[in-house]
């Protein structure tokens, strides 16, 4: 069984940064698309950034891009998320999850099989 457990947010003012961690228990964890999602109040989830399983590639959202970066250290079995530029409508609950065992461009909720519980993070404006 795999666990995934985000930490790191918190409340952050307007233009701040935040870094999300994501670790994940178990081995193999460099065999696996890795990924972020969010969902506000009263939305669905969307994507927000995906990294290859060696970290050559990464994938983002429009709305995101540019201001937030996704990394992972394989030997720590943890992802990261550093968001710059924070906006008000990027306050939600942030989850990690895991993904595909082949590199892709994955997007999709149903692509990725295992979810951490979350952790909220609110911008101020």
């Known amino acids: 069984q795999v666990q995934l457990v985000e930490s790191g947010g918190g409340l952050v003012q307007a233009g701040g940064s935040l870094r999300l961690s994501c670790a994940a228990s178990g081995r193999s964890f460099s065999g696996y698309v890795m990924g972020w999602f969010r969902q506000a109040p009263g939305k669905e989830r969307e994507f927000v950034a995906a990294?290859?399983?060696?970290?050559?590639?990464?994938y983002y959202a429009n709305s995101v891009k540019g201001r937030f970066t996704i990394s992972r250290d394989n030997a720590k079995n943890t992802v990261f998320l550093q968001m710059n530029s924070l906006k008000p409508e990027d306050t939600a609950v942030y989850y990690c999850a895991r993904g595909p065992s082949y590199n892709s461009d994955s997007r999709r909720p149903g692509q990725y099989d295992y979810w951490g519980q979350g952790t909220q993070v609110t911008v101020s404006s």
């Open positions: 990294i290859s399983k060696f970290g050559s590639y990464t």
